[in-house]
T-cell receptor
Framework: EPEVTQTPSHQVTQMGQEVILRCVPI?????FYWYRQILGQKVEFLVS????????KSEIFDDQFSVERPDGSNFTLKIRSTKLEDSAMYFC????????????FGSGTRLTVV | KQEVTQIPAALSVPEGENLVLNCSFT??????LQWFRQDPGKGLTSLLL?????REQTSGRLNASLDKSSGRSTLYIAASQPGDSATYLC????????????FGKGTKLSVKP
């Protein structure tokens, strides 16, 4: 069964450093998403991406965040200057064109900012 | 603003018991509803997807129902097993947004052997 792959599985970074989280969505999917889950809290929407541009973003997704699909297969989330409160599990998801289909999530990247 | 609530927050049952997890949402104008399983420190595994026009979906020992007008969904697990121990998340997709899923906080299930 096709999978969404995320790397790394765990990243530790110092406050103020830039991090890039990587995702390989399912190859024929057209819509891509980043969600995050702070420990003990709900999974929260960050951003959706379609046709090489952001289609929707939440209030969390401020100027410190950016997304890119650099080569037609990878989908990345960059955090420019990490803060302690950015520590969370970050999930990538993708779905097919038909809105009737559900989302496929990756296994997540646990980001720890120290 | 859509809010999703899951009750109970935690549930512990003996192996073999049938159980029901509840999900409620405040705005009935949803496109679909998806149930996920999350193991500790792991990703989200999709279990069942119910379209707004459907009343229920079944997969093996799992059955999910949807009552859109009352803003409720239930996940029924038959003959529970220790391997079912995980957190179960409910998420709705609003009809109005482009694809944003709104999650509940989950029900943490523990099935004792």
């Amino acid at each position: 069964e096709p999978e969404v792959t995320q790397t790394p599985s765990h990243q530790v970074t110092q406050m103020g450093q830039e991090v890039i989280l990587r995702c390989v969505p399912i190859s024929n999917h057209l819509y891509f998403y980043w969600y995050r889950q702070i420990l003990g809290q709900k999974v929260e929407f960050l951003v959706s991406f379609y046709n090489n541009e952001i289609s929707e973003k939440s209030e969390i997704f401020d100027d410190q965040f950016s997304v890119e699909r650099p080569d037609g297969s990878n989908f990345t989330l960059k955090i420019r200057s990490t803060k302690l409160e950015d520590s969370a599990m970050y999930f990538c998801a993708s779905r097919d064109r038909d809105r009737a289909f559900g989302y496929t999530f990756g296994s997540g990247t646990r980001l720890t900012v120290v | 603003k859509q809010e999703v609530t899951q009750i109970p927050a935690a549930l512990s049952v003996p192996e073999g018991e049938n159980l029901v997890l509840n999900c409620s949402f405040t705005d009935s104008a949803i496109y679909n509803l998806q149930w996920f399983r999350q193991d500790p420190g792991k990703g989200l595994t999709s279990l069942l997807l119910i379209q707004s026009s459907q009343r229920e979906q079944t997969s093996g020992r799992l059955n999910a129902s949807l009552d859109k007008s009352s803003g409720r969904s239930t996940l029924y697990i038959a003959a529970s097993q220790p391997g079912d121990s995980a957190t179960y998340l409910c998420a709705v997709k609003d009809g109005g947004s482009q694809g944003n899923l709104i999650f509940g906080k989950g029900t943490k299930l523990s099935v004792k052997p």
